[in-house]
Structures are given as structure tokens and as C-alpha cells.
């Protein structure tokens, strides 16, 4: 059996396998990951609630009955996004306005898990309700990258990047509304998937953007990505925006190598302005792959341009609507008021940071009389033209491989007063998203600083095994072990 | 955008921002909107709006009766209750 120390650094898939073996128990693998928090907890600060007692009571009872066959996440520790319901723990998206919240019921997610079997470490730290690209709008203060303390794990997913990337827990859950567990898988070195829209159920997760909602997997390898997500995917009856597309076996799908695809390489990423560390990571991914027997093809996805537009009156359109129910009558911190409209606005004003309030603004901007139809009526046809660019590049390949962030980890407080610029960060994610495609993010070098730089790969509607398998042919070949922090 | 179209919007968003806040809000908002109007150049005649990414089919379901949450837990994270309802300042 491993030093206890070095169980908290296991895969999903090498402690589920040493677990089935009978050589390590739930309880050992927790304690491991409790006691790496312990350690290293106080420098990353990847956890916005640590639920210590509920894990290892779930560890015991793992390891007091063992169903035959075992369930694929037996007594493994893992952690969930702070904005994904959890009955009676924590669930406070990163915001003042939630401070005391406890959800009365499961998500759809965190009851995949349990009937999994998945021991749960705790809720991870988030820029507030999602909105964010470097996990430093949170009421509970910034994570710090674990790579390097002085930088930012990305956001808004990235309490859950942080923790994983640092061996906080094996592995862990996020959500992506324009590249939020994309954008922070890359900056922390670990793999992130956003699945198709619709793949997974989005009941139970507080809603930001509710056509572009996900929740996906962030992981230390393309093998665990797919475990995680076998269990989360499929129909949600409580979802009417879930899809009944069947879920295929992603592990059983790894291994069947790349010889023969065509990558896709649209040249509105890869051309200009890039970053040149960034741009020799990525061209490492494209070289191995066509040593693997794939070829590479230019695309063009031509209103690439304006997808950050785009996304920005989408997305806060919806969350000025789907925000409206923070308003300190059912839930959530209220401030009095002198009378009904007052208390809403006093809590609100208090609850809320600026952030939230920056996109509720627009957002209500954006769907109000007279800016409707120039505003957000055009924002959704210009979504129809980027999503029309995919389906044609689709016709000349399989897979699109892109840059998933224009630059490695930025520092704490780089961006944090110029909204605009932080809103760029997302450039390379939000057109994915904005399509609803699934797409993985996987490091794929680093920089001579030792931070981590990766790559995208963006699929058709429910191609997730295929970007998966890739993302595993390439850890075989590359030779790269996984990046561990010097932590 | 100015100070009064800010306070407009702020209105309509049931948020009581501060007098330093609106101003940093208008600034901000008008560099957005001032990026974000790019999208005027993009002819999209006859183009659909897209909504939803994924088309899906109605989700119909048999219309029976299942449980809902109990009223004890609908109201267990509510700020004032009396046990039944939940209280608001009065609005008559």
C-alpha cells in the first residue's frame, strides 16, 4: 500500500483500482486528502466549505459495505462547485446573498454521485454566481493558483481546478456557462470538460445563463474525465433541456487512438496576438497528434470576433432574469426595508458584489424597452451565424483543436478593475459555448516559469468519447507526466 | 451611458446603488456597450435568433400527481416565516 501521503496524489482510476483490491480503504484515501488540506489549504485556498464530519462518515460507510460489483466511485473523495446543491451543506455561489443557504434537496449530480458512491470533501471556491474568469470575485476572497501563489487558477470553476490540481480531493465537479471549467483547468494544469448542452442536467445547479449552463468533470487525466462523467450524463425527467441521447461507455471508448482524424485548425485562434509560449504548447498538441497518425486541416470560423460581444448580452440577459429570484423573500440574507421594494433593493444592493451587479446591469439593460431588438435580438442571430461557422467547419473535420486561454495564469488583481479585459481572457472558450459543442481543455506544456499552457478540443453534439479518447492518446504519447505543483 | 439612464436601469434591476457606484457603473457599462456594438456591422438579415443551442422536442410527461416539497423545508431557508408562509412587509 501507498505512504498515506501519496494517496491524495492518486487518479480517480488508481484509487477506485487499489480500492477494489482491497489494499487501501475509503477512510485512508480521505484522511490522505483532509490532510493535504490541512497543509496546503491555507496558501490556495481552493475550498469555499470543507464538510470533514460528512466525509468521513461517507468514507466508513464505504468501507463498512462493499456492493458487488463495486459502483464506479466507491469511497473516492472528491469536491463540487459551491454552486451545485448539496441537501443540507453549504451551497453559497461564492456570495454574500447566500452566506446561510442550505439547500433542502440534492442536485441531479450530487445524487449520481452518492448512488456512485463518492465521498464528498467539500464545496469549491468561485467567482460569485459564476461570473468571473479568475475565482477573485468571491464574498469568501480569492483561490490562488497552486502552481504559482501569486497567480489566479482562472474562473469561475477555480476552486475546483485549484483543489484538484493540488491534490485536495482526486477529483472534482464544475460548471461552464462561456469557459468556466475550461479556462481554469488550463491555468492549473489539469483536464476540464465542458459536456454538449443538454448532456448533463442542469437541476440543481444555480442557474447563471441557462441556455449555456454545464456541469462537467475537471480531472488529473483523460481516464478519470470519462469515469466522471459516465456518471453524471444522461436524462433528467426534472430537466426538460437535458437531452435523451444515450450515454456511451467513455472508459470502455479510450483507447481508440487517433489514426485517421481530421483536426480542424480554425486560423481566426491560432493566427495573431497569440502568446508565443501558448502557441508552442499548442503546436506540440497538433505535432503529436499527426504523429499519431491524424492530419490537420485549416478552417475558418469567420464571426469568431464577435463572440465576446455575444456572449456578454446573452449571457447577462439571462442572469438578469434568472438573478431576480435573489430578492430575500425565500431565501438568502435579507436587509429590511421601509417597504416591500425597498427590502428587495437593500438586499440586493447588500448581497450582491460588483460583478453580479455589473452583469445584471447590462443584462437588464440589454432586454429593456427600446435596446431589446438592437441589443439582445441581435446578440441571439449573431449566435445563430457563430454556430452556423461550426457546422461548416464540422463538414471538413472531425475535431477542432484551438488554444484554450490566449496566455498562461495571470497575476491576483491583474484584470480585476478593467472588466472589459478580463472579459477577453475568455476569448478562445466562448464560442464553444455560445454553440453549445462540448469541448475538453488538457495541458499540454508549460511555460519556462513552470506554469501551466494547454490546448482546446472542441467536438460535435455529443462527441464527448472522441475528445476524451484524444486527450487520452495524447498523455500516452507526449510523454509529459502530469504537472505536479511544488506545493 | 449617464447618470440618469444608470439609475433608470438600476431601477428596473431592484439595485439601490450607491452614488459613487452609479457612476463607476455608467463608466464601466459605457465601455461595454461601446465594445459589445461591433454586432451592428454583422448583417443578419433573415438570420433565426438562436435561443436554445441544442434543438430539443417538447418534453411532454404523463400529468400526474408527485410529490413537491413539504412546507416545513420550502420554508427552512426563508429569512421571516410564520411556520406556514412566508412574511413580507405589507403592500396594502
Redesign the interface.
Same mark, same amino acid.
Given at each position: 500500500m501507498a505512504a498515506d501521503s501519496d494517496l491524495a496524489r492518486l487518479t480517480l482510476h488508481e484509487a477506485g483500482a487499489l480500492l477494489a483490491a482491497n489494499t487501501v480503504t475509503s477512510t485512508a484515501l480521505t484522511e490522505a486528502c483532509l490532510a493535504r488540506i490541512a497543509a496546503v489549504e491555507g496558501s490556495v485556498h481552493a475550498f469555499a466549505h470543507l464538510t470533514v464530519e460528512v466525509a468521513r462518515a461517507q468514507a466508513r460507510a464505504r468501507d463498512q459495505t462493499r456492493p458487488d460489483p463495486l459502483p464506479p466511485l466507491w469511497g473516492l473523495p472528491i469536491a463540487l462547485k459551491d454552486n451545485i446543491c448539496t441537501r443540507g451543506l453549504p451551497t453559497t455561489c461564492g456570495s454574500r446573498l447566500l452566506a446561510n443557504f442550505r439547500p433542502v434537496y440534492d442536485s441531479f449530480v450530487a445524487r449520481r454521485l452518492e448512488e456512485a458512491g463518492a465521498v464528498i470533501l467539500g464545496k469549491t471556491n468561485m467567482d460569485e454566481f459564476a461570473m468571473g474568469s479568475s475565482c477573485e470575485n468571491s464574498a469568501l476572497g480569492p483561490t490562488h493558483n497552486p502552481h504559482d501563489l501569486t497567480r489566479v487558477p482562472g474562473g469561475s470553476s477555480g476552486g475546483s481546478a485549484a483543489a484538484t490540481a493540488a491534490d485536495e480531493c482526486l477529483a472534482a465537479l464544475g460548471s461552464d456557462t462561456g469557459g468556466s471549467i475550461r479556462q481554469p483547468a488550463c491555468f492549473c494544469g489539469v483536464v476540464g470538460l465542458k459536456p454538449t448542452y443538454g448532456r448533463v442536467s442542469r437541476n440543481g445547479l444555480v442557474a447563471f445563463a441557462s441556455s449555456l449552463d454545464q456541469i462537467g468533470p475537471i480531472t488529473k487525466d483523460a481516464r478519470d474525465a470519462a469515469l466522471l462523467l459516465a456518471v453524471i450524463a444522461g436524462h433528467d425527467a426534472d430537466d426538460s433541456t437535458s437531452a435523451r441521447e444515450p450515454v456511451p461507455d467513455y472508459v470502455a471508448g479510450l483507447d481508440v487512438g487517433v489514426a485517421g482524424l481530421r483536426i480542424g485548425l480554425p486560423k481566426e485562434y491560432l493566427s495573431g496576438g497569440l502568446d508565443p509560449e501558448v502557441e508552442q504548447a499548442v503546436g506540440f498538441a497538433i505535432a503529436t497528434y499527426e504523429r499519431l497518425g491524424a492530419t490537420t486541416v485549416e478552417v475558418s470560423l469567420p464571426h469568431t470576433e464577435h463572440a465576446v460581444a455575444t456572449y456578454y448580452l446573452v449571457a447577462t440577459a439571462e442572469a438578469s432574469s434568472n438573478l431576480g429570484r435573489f430578492d430575500g423573500i425565500r431565501y438568502g440574507v435579507r436587509h429590511e426595508g421601509h417597504d416591500l421594494l425597498d427590502l428587495y433593493q437593500r438586499t440586493r444592493e447588500a448581497g450582491f458584489g460588483a460583478e453580479v451587479k455589473r452583469r445584471i446591469m447590462l443584462g437588464t439593460f440589454a432586454l429593456s424597452a427600446g435596446y431589446y431588438a438592437a441589443y439582445y435580438g441581435k446578440a441571439m442571430a449573431v449566435r445563430t451565424l457563430i454556430r452556423n461557422d461550426f457546422t461548416a467547419a464540422f463538414e471538413r473535420c472531425d475535431v477542432l483543436l484551438t488554444p484554450t486561454a490566449p496566455t498562461p495564469p495571470f497575476c491576483l488583481g491583474e484584470k480585476l478593475d478593467d472588466p472589459l479585459t478580463m472579459y477577453l481572457s475568455d476569448i478562445f472558450t466562448i464560442a464553444v459555448s455560445l454553440a453549445g459543442l462540448p469541448a475538453v481543455a488538457f495541458p499540454c506544456g508549460a511555460t519556462k516559469q513552470r506554469l501551466p499552457l494547454g490546448a482546446q478540443l472542441i467536438g460535435r453534439p455529443f462527441d464527448e468519447g472522441r475528445l476524451l479518447a484524444m486527450v487520452h492518446a495524447f498523455e500516452a504519447a507526449s510523454g509529459q507526466g502530469r504537472m505536479a505543483p511544488a506545493l | 451611458?449617464d447618470l440618469a439612464e444608470?439609475k433608470r $436601469?438600476?431601477a428596473?434591476?431592484?439595485?439601490? /446603488?450607491?452614488a459613487e457606484?452609479t457612476v463607476a457603473?455608467g463608466d464601466?457599462?459605457t465601455?461595454?456597450?461601446d465594445?459589445?456594438a461591433?454586432?451592428?456591422a454583422?448583417d443578419?438579415t433573415g438570420?433565426?435568433?438562436?435561443?436554445?443551442?441544442?434543438t /430539443?422536442g417538447d418534453?411532454f410527461?404523463d400529468d400526474v400527481v408527485r410529490p413537491s416539497?413539504d412546507p416545513a423545508?420550502?420554508l427552512?431557508?426563508?429569512?421571516?416565516t410564520d411556520g406556514a408562509s412566508?412574511i413580507?412587509?405589507r $403592500?396594502l
Amino acid at each position: 500500500m501507498a505512504a498515506d501521503s501519496d494517496l491524495a496524489r492518486l487518479t480517480l482510476h488508481e484509487a477506485g483500482a487499489l480500492l477494489a483490491a482491497n489494499t487501501v480503504t475509503s477512510t485512508a484515501l480521505t484522511e490522505a486528502c483532509l490532510a493535504r488540506i490541512a497543509a496546503v489549504e491555507g496558501s490556495v485556498h481552493a475550498f469555499a466549505h470543507l464538510t470533514v464530519e460528512v466525509a468521513r462518515a461517507q468514507a466508513r460507510a464505504r468501507d463498512q459495505t462493499r456492493p458487488d460489483p463495486l459502483p464506479p466511485l466507491w469511497g473516492l473523495p472528491i469536491a463540487l462547485k459551491d454552486n451545485i446543491c448539496t441537501r443540507g451543506l453549504p451551497t453559497t455561489c461564492g456570495s454574500r446573498l447566500l452566506a446561510n443557504f442550505r439547500p433542502v434537496y440534492d442536485s441531479f449530480v450530487a445524487r449520481r454521485l452518492e448512488e456512485a458512491g463518492a465521498v464528498i470533501l467539500g464545496k469549491t471556491n468561485m467567482d460569485e454566481f459564476a461570473m468571473g474568469s479568475s475565482c477573485e470575485n468571491s464574498a469568501l476572497g480569492p483561490t490562488h493558483n497552486p502552481h504559482d501563489l501569486t497567480r489566479v487558477p482562472g474562473g469561475s470553476s477555480g476552486g475546483s481546478a485549484a483543489a484538484t490540481a493540488a491534490d485536495e480531493c482526486l477529483a472534482a465537479l464544475g460548471s461552464d456557462t462561456g469557459g468556466s471549467i475550461r479556462q481554469p483547468a488550463c491555468f492549473c494544469g489539469v483536464v476540464g470538460l465542458k459536456p454538449t448542452y443538454g448532456r448533463v442536467s442542469r437541476n440543481g445547479l444555480v442557474a447563471f445563463a441557462s441556455s449555456l449552463d454545464q456541469i462537467g468533470p475537471i480531472t488529473k487525466d483523460a481516464r478519470d474525465a470519462a469515469l466522471l462523467l459516465a456518471v453524471i450524463a444522461g436524462h433528467d425527467a426534472d430537466d426538460s433541456t437535458s437531452a435523451r441521447e444515450p450515454v456511451p461507455d467513455y472508459v470502455a471508448g479510450l483507447d481508440v487512438g487517433v489514426a485517421g482524424l481530421r483536426i480542424g485548425l480554425p486560423k481566426e485562434y491560432l493566427s495573431g496576438g497569440l502568446d508565443p509560449e501558448v502557441e508552442q504548447a499548442v503546436g506540440f498538441a497538433i505535432a503529436t497528434y499527426e504523429r499519431l497518425g491524424a492530419t490537420t486541416v485549416e478552417v475558418s470560423l469567420p464571426h469568431t470576433e464577435h463572440a465576446v460581444a455575444t456572449y456578454y448580452l446573452v449571457a447577462t440577459a439571462e442572469a438578469s432574469s434568472n438573478l431576480g429570484r435573489f430578492d430575500g423573500i425565500r431565501y438568502g440574507v435579507r436587509h429590511e426595508g421601509h417597504d416591500l421594494l425597498d427590502l428587495y433593493q437593500r438586499t440586493r444592493e447588500a448581497g450582491f458584489g460588483a460583478e453580479v451587479k455589473r452583469r445584471i446591469m447590462l443584462g437588464t439593460f440589454a432586454l429593456s424597452a427600446g435596446y431589446y431588438a438592437a441589443y439582445y435580438g441581435k446578440a441571439m442571430a449573431v449566435r445563430t451565424l457563430i454556430r452556423n461557422d461550426f457546422t461548416a467547419a464540422f463538414e471538413r473535420c472531425d475535431v477542432l483543436l484551438t488554444p484554450t486561454a490566449p496566455t498562461p495564469p495571470f497575476c491576483l488583481g491583474e484584470k480585476l478593475d478593467d472588466p472589459l479585459t478580463m472579459y477577453l481572457s475568455d476569448i478562445f472558450t466562448i464560442a464553444v459555448s455560445l454553440a453549445g459543442l462540448p469541448a475538453v481543455a488538457f495541458p499540454c506544456g508549460a511555460t519556462k516559469q513552470r506554469l501551466p499552457l494547454g490546448a482546446q478540443l472542441i467536438g460535435r453534439p455529443f462527441d464527448e468519447g472522441r475528445l476524451l479518447a484524444m486527450v487520452h492518446a495524447f498523455e500516452a504519447a507526449s510523454g509529459q507526466g502530469r504537472m505536479a505543483p511544488a506545493l | 451611458m449617464d447618470l440618469a439612464e444608470v439609475k433608470r $436601469i438600476g431601477a428596473l434591476a431592484r439595485l439601490a /446603488l450607491g452614488a459613487e457606484e452609479t457612476v463607476a457603473m455608467g463608466d464601466q457599462l459605457t465601455r461595454i456597450l461601446d465594445y459589445v456594438a461591433q454586432l451592428a456591422a454583422v448583417d443578419t438579415t433573415g438570420v433565426e435568433p438562436t435561443t436554445h443551442p441544442v434543438t /430539443l422536442g417538447d418534453a411532454f410527461r404523463d400529468d400526474v400527481v408527485r410529490p413537491s416539497l413539504d412546507p416545513a423545508a420550502a420554508l427552512a431557508n426563508a429569512p421571516a416565516t410564520d411556520g406556514a408562509s412566508f412574511i413580507v412587509p405589507r $403592500i396594502l
